[in-house]
């Protein structure tokens, strides 16, 4: 249901689902990679809303999740930083410090 809330804009209503379903995942435990998943979805609502400081947070309570988890190179991993460097470029950070 989040994603289609999502896909039609109505992003409030995401968040609320994508909640749902984090409060579940949550006991399987805050590393565990569906938790995780639900977690980057709710960052890239975030995104899409504009709220970019939050989505950044989001996403980097994903990345150390996964990083530690799946490891620095497992595509959850990657997709993460990736979803993080799309932030940063609708902030219009297009340089590389």
Not at 10 to 30: C, I, N, P, S, T
Request: net charge negative; proline share 2%; aromatic share 12%.
């Amino acid at each position: 249901m989040a994603s289609i809330f999502d896909n039609q804009g109505q992003y409030d209503k995401a968040l609320e689902w994508h909640g749902r379903a984090l409060a579940g995942y949550e006991a399987l435990g805050v590393d565990h990679p569906d938790t995780l998943t639900t977690v980057s979805c709710m960052a890239s609502v975030f995104n899409c809303q504009g709220q970019y400081d939050k989505a950044l947070e989001w996403h980097g309570r994903a990345l150390v999740g996964f990083e530690k988890a799946l490891g620095v190179d497992h595509p959850d991993t990657l997709t993460t930083v990736h979803n993080m460097a799309g932030v940063f470029y609708n902030q219009g950070q297009y340089t590389v410090a």
